[in-house]
């Protein structure tokens, strides 16, 4: 006999549709598996763009935001049947970054929009002038028939007991 009470069996009545859609989360963090440290040649599947929020560190102020996200498969991994597909550390920045008050915030906010920079000129293959045409080419060319591969560099960073994750596109690989 269970000795779950009717009061509890009725909250997870309440959250099962919410459970059904939830993610599995064994340690992983947020963003899933990923590659280990270093270089890997990955095809780039996608990349999501919408609103996001930039939460300032001290005040905890938020601020809009444009968020950014790339998909990724390995191209070869012979730890697995099917190559690992993982998720990029999302780029989220603030729609006015000269509202920001925190110079930490404002020097991630920096680093954020040079990593989609980066990004964007690895996969169209010149310097990108123009932040919208530039997003409007590379979601183009994910969402041709042509394959996108680019050797990926997985950084982690140890900050206390949270191992922060980020990826930066080093260069176009033909395939």
């Not at 390995?74 to 603030?94: F, H, K, S």
Request: glycine share 8%; charged share 25%.
């Amino acid at each position: 006999m269970s000795n779950i009470t009717n009061e509890t069996k009725a909250i997870f009545a309440n959250l099962q549709e919410s459970f059904e859609t939830a993610s599995p989360d064994q340690g992983m963090g947020s963003l899933g598996e990923w590659p280990t440290k270093g270089e890997h040649a990955c095809y780039v599947l996608s990349m999501d763009v919408g609103e996001g929020k930039f939460r300032q560190t001290g005040d905890q102020q938020e601020f809009p935001a444009l968020s950014v996200q790339f998909h990724y498969q390995l191209c070869e991994d012979p730890d697995r049947t099917e190559p690992l597909i993982w998720n990029g550390a999302p780029m989220v920045i603030p729609n006015d970054p000269s509202l920001l008050t925190h110079e930490g915030s404002q020097i991630r906010a920096k680093i954020e929009l040079g990593r989609l920079k980066g990004h964007l000129k690895t996969i169209i293959g010149r310097d990108p002038n123009n932040l919208e045409n530039a997003v409007e080419e590379v979601d183009n060319k994910l969402k041709s028939d042509n394959t996108v591969a680019c050797m990926v560099i997985c950084q982690y960073t140890q900050r206390g007991e949270t191992t922060y994750k980020s990826e930066k596109l080093k260069s176009l690989l033909s395939i």
